[in-house]
């Protein structure tokens, strides 16, 4: 298989991903693939027409999703009025991905916690019924959120540091 055929289905596999993962509609999911992996510093918004196959408009909606989630970036060239796109910095991406995480796990933790209590108080042969699963449940949730949060500490000093 070619470096290009390659490309093609890492960009059609990631594009997928992210469209399941992030809810992100087909051709958003598929242009933000095609400027992950591309070795050029940037794509202009003509390349990205020419290469996708799409409607100026749908190319105009889908950049500017990506925009507005803080996935892409754009800037410009001295003397070319042109706008290039790429992702944005890697740190700024796995950093807001991490935090999103973070947040459901830190309300799915909150929400285990008050049913417990719920349960503990009013229905206690229900709660106790469901004690060991319950604990164990509470238990990844809370090692979940911890990993997380050290995860996101070590990318942040990263940052600090560079």
Same mark, same amino acid.
Request: glycine share 0%.
């Given at each position: 298989m070619s470096r290009e055929e390659q490309k093609k289905k890492l960009i059609e596999e990631l594009g997928i991903h +992210?469209? =399941?993962?992030?809810? &992100?509609?087909? +051709?958003?999911? #598929?242009?933000?693939?095609?400027l992950v992996v591309t070795d050029r510093d940037g794509l202009s918004f003509d390349e990205c027409k020419m290469? !996708?196959?799409?409607?100026?408009?749908?190319?105009?909606?889908s950049l500017n999703l990506l925009l507005k989630l803080g996935l892409i970036n754009y800037f410009t060239k001295p003397g070319d009025r042109k706008r290039y796109f790429k992702t944005s910095a890697a740190n700024t991406f796995y *950093?807001? @991905?991490? $935090? $999103?995480?973070?947040? #459901? *796990?830190?309300?799915?933790n909150r929400i285990i916690t008050k049913i417990r209590k719920y349960n503990q108080t009013y229905s206690p042969e !229900?709660? $106790? &019924? =469901? @004690?060991? !699963?319950? $604990?164990i449940y509470h238990s990844f949730i809370k090692q979940s959120e911890e990993l997380l949060s050290n995860t996101l500490n070590s990318l942040k000093e990263i940052d600090n540091h560079n």
């Open positions: +992210l469209e =399941n993962q992030h809810d &992100i509609p087909p +051709l958003a999911a #598929r242009l933000y693939a095609m290469i !996708r196959s799409a409607s100026k408009s749908s190319i105009s909606s *950093i807001t @991905k991490l $935090e $999103e995480k973070l947040k #459901r *796990i830190e309300q799915e !229900r709660f $106790e &019924i =469901n @004690k060991e !699963r319950a $604990e």
